[in-house]
């Protein structure tokens, strides 16, 4: 089973500052890999799919890169609004499992 | 624009069978460019993937719940469910179901609220 490791577990930054979030998955997941972003009581919303493509209606100063086992969010410069939790998920085509990091924390310095 | 709402008891013993029907509107469950999947959350923990299904019935489990979960489809309601049998404490989660698009990049795409099930007798 795919394992993904997200790194720091949580992370101190001052608004209008970069932000730069790891996921690392244990074998080669190619590019099929998502970010979600999740504030307290609410469901996770889907950042960025294919690793580096953002969703419909997502800011452009998110953006993601990586592939193989080596991915990274980058969050150009934080509002106030981007202080949440973020997961990676990763998708494995045989057999299909669709597995989670375990999140960074992502708090106002 | 597509909403998916969870339903069931938020409350099951130990050993007992978590049941939730995942309710999907404005758009049909029957699409051939997804798969609708369960996902839960321990309090104050991370998400994990229980597992998908495609509207012709076809499933897949996380490995490590596959032995206990369940995932069925009913077309004709436009929802779909998830069954967990004999649960523990360690089962109490928000449990969020989820549109999977899996024609090409594979992501969950839309969100219900979740619900919160707690395991306690």
């Known amino acids: 089973e795919i394992v993904m490791t997200q790194s720091p577990a949580s992370l101190s930054v001052s608004p209008g500052e970069r932000a730069t979030l790891s996921c690392r998955a244990s074998?080669?997941?190619?590019?099929?890999l998502a970010w979600y972003q999740q504030k307290p009581g609410q469901a996770p919303r889907l950042l960025i799919y294919?690793?580096?493509t953002r969703a419909t209606g997502i800011p452009a100063r998110f953006s993601g890169s990586g592939s193989g086992t080596e991915f990274t969010l980058t969050i150009s410069s934080l509002q106030s609004e981007d202080f949440a939790v973020y997961y990676c998920?990763?998708?494995?085509?045989?057999?299909?499992?669709?597995?989670f990091g375990q999140g960074t924390k992502l708090e106002i310095k | 624009q597509l909403q998916l709402q969870e339903s069931g008891p938020g409350l099951v013993k130990p050993s007992e069978t978590l049941s939730l029907t995942c309710t999907v509107s404005?758009?049909?469950?029957?699409?051939?460019?997804?798969?609708w999947g369960w996902i839960r959350q321990p309090p104050g923990k991370g998400l994990e993937w229980i597992g998908n299904?495609?509207?012709?019935?076809?499933?897949y489990y996380s490995p490590s719940l596959k032995s206990r979960v369940t995932i069925s489809v009913n077309t004709s309601k436009n929802h779909f469910s998830l069954r967990l049998t004999s649960v523990t404490a360690a089962d109490t989660a928000v449990f969020y179901c989820?549109?999977?698009?899996?024609?090409?990049?594979?992501?969950?795409?839309?969100w219900g609220q979740g619900t919160l099930v707690t395991v306690s007798s």
């Open positions: 989820a549109r999977l698009h899996s024609s090409g990049w594979a992501y969950f795409d839309y």
């Open positions: 404005g758009g049909s469950i029957t699409n051939s460019d997804n798969y």
């Open positions: 299904i495609f509207y012709n019935g076809s499933t």
């Open positions: 074998q080669s997941v190619s590019s099929n």
């Open positions: 294919g690793a580096s």
């Open positions: 998920q990763q998708y494995h085509n045989w057999p299909p499992t669709y597995t």
